[in-house]
C-alpha cells in the first residue's frame, strides 16, 4: 500500500510539473486591441498584399481585361479608402509623373508636400504625399515593364496619421505574382 501511495504521488508530481512546463511554454496572449491581418491574393491583377482584414473589400475588374483595382474601406470610417490599382503597361510605360499626375489630378486643390524614390520589399517606387482642404493622399507607384501598381490611401486630415501603420503594412507586404 505505501509503495502504491509512493508511485501515485510520483505520477501527481510530474503531471503537475508537466502542467506548469507546458503552461510556461505557451505564447502569451496577444493584446485584444491588435488588429486582424487579411492576405489579398489577386492572380488576374498580379499582387499579393496584406491589408486590415476588418475593412471591407470591394474588387472591381475591367471586363475583358487583366486590369482593375481593389478598394478597401475602414468600418467607422468610409471616407477612409485604400486603393490598390493595377494596370497593364500597353506601350512604352509613360514616366511616373506622368502616372502619378493622372491618378492625382481627380483632388482639386491638392497640394504635394512630399515626393521621393524609395526602396521597399517589391522593389523601387515612387512615394507621394499630398492633401487637399479635406483629404489626405499617401501613394506609391510600382511600375514592372508589363505593368504599373498604384496604392492610394485617402483619409481625412484628422485622422491621417492614425493610418500609417496600416500603410506601411500594406506597402512592405505588397509583392508582384509572376
Known amino acids: 500500500m505505501i509503495r ?24 502569451a496572449g496577444k493584446p485584444k486591441s491588435e488588429k486582424k491581418i487579411g492576405m489579398h491574393i489577386d492572380a488576374v491583377l498580379e499582387f499579393v498584399v496584406e491589408y486590415p482584414l476588418s475593412w471591407g473589400k470591394d474588387r472591381r475588374i475591367s471586363y475583358g481585361s487583366k486590369e482593375g483595382e481593389i478598394r478597401w474601406k475602414h468600418p467607422d470610417h468610409p471616407d477612409t479608402l ?23 489630378q481627380k483632388y ?7 515626393e521621393e524614390k524609395v526602396t521597399l520589399p517589391a522593389g523601387e ?6 492633401h487637399t482642404e479635406h483629404v489626405e493622399i499617401n501613394s506609391y507607384l510600382f511600375s514592372r515593364t508589363d505593368r504599373s501598381y498604384l496604392i492610394i490611401l485617402t483619409a481625412s486630415p484628422d485622422r491621417s496619421d492614425s493610418y500609417k501603420d496600416v500603410m506601411d503594412r500594406v506597402t512592405h507586404s505588397f509583392q508582384f505574382l509572376p
Do not use: N
Open 125 to 130: 517606387a515612387w512615394h507621394v504625399i499630398g
Open 4 to 27: 502504491f501511495l509512493s508511485t501515485c504521488r510520483l505520477y501527481l508530481f510530474l503531471l503537475i510539473s508537466c502542467c506548469l512546463l507546458l503552461q510556461s511554454c505557451a505564447p
Open 82 to 104: 485604400l486603393t490598390i490599382r493595377s494596370s497593364l503597361q500597353k506601350q512604352q510605360a509613360p514616366g511616373r509623373e506622368l502616372q502619378i499626375d493622372q491618378e492625382l
Open 108 to 114: 482639386v486643390g491638392l497640394e504635394i508636400s512630399l
